[in-house]
Structure formats: structure tokens, C-alpha cells
């Protein structure tokens, strides 16, 4: 099978590549050739770039599927798909969580739950226009490749090389042990799937030649933020006392962390994409194997972090 993914040598996409290259594909990048030079020698590469609309490398050449991981608004998908035409045979795009509607929905609720209105106007992307303009895209999609098109809409993604360190303060803090302060209430559900296990679920949809929507959440056992700390300390050998503090006293937003309205949006029904083949890594697994890669990058500084004497603080007005 001829895959050609569109944005291949960051997190996500570097997990489809390297899964499709495991599974005997013949695959071949496009991007901007910025990030991830060293990796994957022998994966022919297109060097173009979705921000100035230059496709002009994909003119030519015939896949039997794409892989879009780069389409964030209905520009970038629009001036891909007019780039490839009819040179693919599938076209699946990795879409978002945030497509559906946020409040209203029950726990597991799955694909056919409504979706928000779609949004056009705009390619600033923040809360309110993320999901929209994925929507969007979805929609463009569909227009044009119809039962040609695939959906893969995850939740929060997580593992080794992970651009957003979605987890790695938690196992930071649970590798520290002790009391750790917790802005949140511990049954919090939460839903994170292994990045591996996205991209099995993708090469499977491709080899299948499966159209549809698919919610790529995890694990496979419902969890909560105590469990997945838990989960991080395991896999450091530690042990953690959670604390319970006020989110107010909070000096910044905690990972994963939310109001208890969107709880529901934590609870989503990975019902259709497990038939369809997704895999599920334990979480301990990737939790261990998301710390090593920490360790073996030298463990730079995040986004946004806790220093001790910071959280010794918090702790001392619980």
C-alpha cells in the first residue's frame, strides 16, 4: 500500500509513519522539512507548506490513501485535496475531539452525537474556533472523497514525543513523590490514548479500506485523574498523596484538569474504533515509556510547571 501523510515527522504523525512503515507500506511525507530531518532515511520526502498553500509537490504523483494530519482549517484541506484530485484512493483525516458539541451529552456518547456549527471565517484558532473549523473540515472532506473519506477525531494524545507534554508534568511530579497538590477533584474522568495505538488504529482503517467516524479515545478501562496519576507514579516507583486545593489558588491551569460541566466530554464511547482495530496499551506502559523518553531528552523545562517550593506553598493552605 502506497500512504503518502501529510505532516509525518512530529508526534502524531511520526507514530503513523512509523507504524505504516512496520506494517510493510510504502510511505511518503510531505511538509516543510523544518522538524525531524534525521528520521525515517529512506521515506521519500515532499517539501511543501499548508501556511503559504504550497502543494505544488504532490502534483504528479498517485497514492492509494492520505493521511492528513496537518489540516487545521478548511484552506489547508481544500488546497490539499485540489493539489491530489483524484490521485488517491482514501482520504482520512485526523480530525478532534472538540468537533462535538460540549455540554448537553451524556457519558459515552458516540460518533452520531451532533456536532458544533462549522466555522470559515477565521483560521485563528482558539477554544471557541478550534473544533469549528474542524468541523469544517470534516465536512470539505466528505464533499469530496465521500465514501473515499475517513474520520479519526481523537481526545488528548499522549506518549513519547509528545510536542505538548500532556503528561509529563504529572510524571514528573509522581516521580517526585510525596504530597502533590491537586487543583481538581481526583474522579475526574479522563480519557488519553497512547499515540501507537492511534496510529495502529489508522493503518488499520487504511488497510480495511474503512470509511466512517471514529472517536480514537483511551485506555481501554474508564480511569480518572487519580488513576492516571497513580498510573505516572507506578510507573516511576513512587508513591504520591494527592492533596485537594481550591482551583483558585492555582497560580496557572493544571494538564488535563476540567470543570466539572465537561466532565461528559471525558466519557466518550471508543466502541466503534476498538471493533475496527484499536489497540490498548496499558496506561502504566505508556506512562513508563513517556518518562524514559523524558529522561533520554534531558527533561527541558515545560510550557508551564510547579516549582516545589511553589507547590510546598499551596500545600501549606490546604
Known sequence: MRILVLGGTAFIGRAIV??????????????RGRTGRELFPDVP????DRDTGDYAALHGGEWDAVVDVSGYVPRHVGQAMAALDDRVGRYLFLSTQAVYVQTGVGPDADEDTPRRAPVRHT???DNDTYGPCKVACEDDVLARYGDRAT??????VVGPHDVQDTMTYWLRRAARGGRAALPG??????QVLDARDLARLVTRLLRDDRPGAFNAVGPAEPTTLAGLIGACAQAAGAEVELVQISP????????????????PTRQRSAHRARTAGLPATPLTTTAADTLTWDHARGKPPLPWDLSPEAEANLLEGA
Do not use: K, S
Not at 512509523?18 to 511538509?31: H, P
Not at 474520520?151 to 488528548?156: A, K, S, T
Open 18 to 31: 512509523e507504524d505504516a512503515l512496520r506494517d510493510g507500506a510504502e510511505v511518503t511525507v510531505f511538509g
Open 45 to 48: 520526502r515532499l517539501i511543501g
Open 123 to 125: 483560521e485563528v484558532l
Open 151 to 156: 474520520i479519526v477525531r481523537p481526545g488528548n
Open 185 to 190: 477533584r481526583p474522579e475526574q474522568p479522563v
Open 248 to 263: 483558585d489558588a492555582a497560580p496557572g491551569p493544571f494538564p488535563l484538569i476540567l470543570p466539572e460541566p465537561q466532565w
